[in-house]
């Protein structure tokens, strides 16, 4: 490294003057802190990471840091530093270079004596990067969840309520139980929030100094506690001052394309509600007398159907022979609409379950159940009359909010995850947070294998289960990535034919999610799976396992941005272990010799699936250009729904208003 470089970082190292104010219930902040939606962009204190460019180099970053990292492990080395004396100075001078040194000390103490973990100076620089409130790209498998743990135990220390946000329910548990003992060597107290919990359960758990829960869990108490405080019911949370989120970008943008909402079952008007379901019937009805392409087309990235032209002159006479509301072109374009998509755009095992007679919406990103998540406009019913459901009842909105106002609303906001930088600039300016990567401890031993291209789903499935054989019969443990629930079965079924044994974990499969993942690292195991086993689970090799080559992952997703192809790959070579991974592209075009007057591209790929060629850097550019379109368009799409939500918040207060306090 350049030494003049280092020289002039140096200083930045040192304790600066002031210090960074801590959000926490008390006399200042009041007894619910909370960020307003018009606050100033976040500020960083004097900590040792503050003023470095976030696009610096990671090894220059941890290089930089490398005295004020001695400092802590030479702190470490002292065991009569008081604990309380540490608490005493977070709490009087705030989060500075000096008191997080002694702070991560003592974690990195009680850390070695209570898991028998001696934390990684990487571990040390992310933990102290959350806390001055940036995002942190840490590999898969460099130790994220304990750096987690230790950001949240320095911010405890200082008095500061901590929620450490998780992917799954399963990981919020595991997580508070296995580090319990580190949080009270540290006079820590430390809970999980669970959605079974009534209000009353959940009450004593937020009192606790770091509570661990997901995202939804939060904000819908975030939601009741905005329903019932002003009628005098005491909160369920003690405010909004640091949330430490684990798979950040998951979170923060993937799962941000959905508002949150409290809804009530309406009462009464079963007149008005049985007339509303006749119209559902009807334009189901209506919707299958029309032809695909001549009627109506599909737009399979948005799931959604549009009527053409013809359709609507084709269906106008039926239609305006119902009456009513189908005489009205526009809302008959509307309903039909809503109808050709449950019919044809959205597909069972592929965007929904149907379990114990309920339709149950499937998460597109993690392929897991989306609990207590319904289509609007009708569409839920549309689907549940498709598929011969009950039909539930219609609903009321009191309270709504997105992640995006949501997290904004914390005073302080850290994470981490194993792909961000990609997002770089949209978390920036959704939730004033800077993106930084740190190293990881060894170098990567990742073999990247060509891309081949198939021409339908059948030969593609059918060249897994060969290569699945060869990988067995060298005892290497395979995970093959799969886009929804239906791929995956058919995958198994052929797997079945092949005679080779393996798992599956889908969403109807997610009880079992654990179990699934902790032995596909054994040797010559096969895991078939959807998005599920992408986020916040470990899969451990075995030495047999390690020896043959590591993990092979199979990619064969179409996911909607580079950071869900990165987090599939990341689950191979972990920790600078073996493994390997290779994509395997559906092109789902005929094998027949293209004419000459086709384009390029579709040569260069019919080519690919007649002899097997490898898939030319030009063509994997233009085959990957509709990822980079989608992405953009899903940044669009999230920036809306922001505006929409402050728009109907902001109404929804007026309408307060109106009503009076007693409303």
């Not at 998460?363 to 019913?381: E, N």
């Not at 799969?482 to 079924?493: A, G, I, K, R």
Request: glycine residues 6%; aromatic residues 4%.
């Amino acid at each position: 490294m350049d030494h003049t470089l280092m020289a002039s970082w140096r200083q930045v190292l040192l304790p600066m003057p002031r210090h960074d104010a801590l959000a926490r219930p008390g006399p200042r902040w009041g007894r619910y802190p909370e960020r307003p939606d018009h606050a100033a962009p976040r500020q960083g204190g004097g900590l040792p990471v503050r003023g470095l460019p976030a696009a610096l180099p990671a090894t220059w970053r941890l290089a930089l840091c490398q005295p004020w990292l001695r400092q802590v492990r030479q702190l470490a080395d002292t065991p009569n530093e008081d604990l309380n004396a540490c608490r005493q100075a977070l709490r009087r001078q705030g989060l500075t270079s000096a008191t997080l040194a002694l702070a991560l000390a003592h974690v990195l103490r009680a850390a070695q004596s209570t898991l028998g973990l001696r934390l990684h100076d990487t571990q040390l620089l992310a933990a102290a990067l959350m806390l001055d409130q940036q995002l942190v790209e840490m590999a898969t498998g460099e130790g994220k969840t304990l750096a987690m743990a230790t950001a949240a135990a320095v911010a405890a220390l200082a008095g500061i309520p901590v929620h450490v946000v998780t992917a799954n329910d399963y990981l919020a548990e595991r997580d508070a139980q296995h580090l319990a003992p580190l949080f009270q060597a540290l006079g820590v107290s430390v809970g999980a929030i669970a959605p079974a919990m009534t209000s009353e359960q959940r009450r004593p758990v937020y009192v606790r100094d770091v509570v661990y829960a997901t995202a939804k869990e939060v904000a819908f108490d975030y939601l009741r506690d905005g329903l019932s405080m002003p009628h005098g019911a005491p909160p369920l949370l003690r405010g909004l001052s640091l949330a430490l989120i684990d798979e950040a970008d998951s979170i923060l943008l993937d799962e941000a394309s959905v508002p949150l909402i409290i809804s009530v079952a309406q009462s009464g008007q079963a007149a008005q509600q049985a007339s509303r379901r006749a119209v559902w019937w009807q334009a189901l009805h209506l919707a299958r007398r029309l032809h695909a392409g001549d009627h109506f087309t599909i737009d399979t990235s948005r799931h959604s159907a549009t009527l053409t032209p013809a359709g609507e002159r084709h269906i106008a006479g039926p239609a305006e022979a119902l009456g009513g509301v189908w005489r009205r072109p526009r809302l008959r374009r509307d309903l039909l609409g809503l109808a050709l998509t449950a019919l044809h755009a959205l597909q069972r095992d592929q965007h929904y379950l149907v379990r114990e007679g309920k339709v149950e919406l499937l998460d597109s990103l993690t392929g897991r159940i989306a609990v207590g998540r319904v289509w609007s406009q009708g569409l839920h019913t549309l689907i549940e009359l498709k598929e011969g459901c009950p039909l539930s009842a219609p609903t009321e909105t009191l309270a709504q909010i997105t992640f995006q106002r949501f997290f904004k609303r914390y005073w302080r906001l850290g994470g981490l995850s194993g792909t961000l930088v990609e997002a770089r600039g949209e978390l920036r300016s959704l939730y004033d947070v800077d993106v930084v990567r740190v190293p990881e401890r060894l170098p990567s031993q990742r073999q990247r294998w060509p891309t081949l291209v198939f021409a339908t789903a059948d030969e593609r499935w059918r060249a897994v289960a060969e290569r699945v054989k060869q990988l067995q019969a060298k005892g290497r443990p395979t995970l093959i990535g799969t886009d929804s629930v239906h791929d995956s079965e058919q995958l198994s079924n052929h797997l079945h034919e092949a005679g080779i044994a393996h798992a599956v974990l889908n969403a109807r499969h997610d009880q079992h999610e654990a179990d699934i993942v902790a032995q596909a690292g054994q040797a010559g195991r096969v895991t078939v799976a959807t998005r599920m086993a992408g986020r916040g689970t470990d899969i451990g090799l075995d030495e047999r396992a390690l020896a043959a080559g590591g993990l092979h992952v199979i990619h064969c997703q179409r996911n909607e941005s580079k950071r869900m192809d990165r987090q599939l790959v990341g689950r191979s070579a972990r920790q600078g272990q073996p493994g390997s991974t290779e994509a395997w592209i559906c092109a789902s075009i005929s094998a027949d010799p293209p004419p000459p007057s086709e384009p390029k591209l579709t040569r260069c790929i019919q080519s690919a699936v007649v002899h097997r060629f490898h898939l030319s850097p030009w063509c994997l550019w233009h085959l990957r250009l509709p990822q980079w379109v989608e992405e953009r368009r899903q940044a669009a799409l999230r920036r809306q729904l922001l505006e929409r939500d402050r728009q109907w918040a902001q109404q929804f207060r007026l309408a307060r208003q109106n009503r009076g306090p007693s409303a």
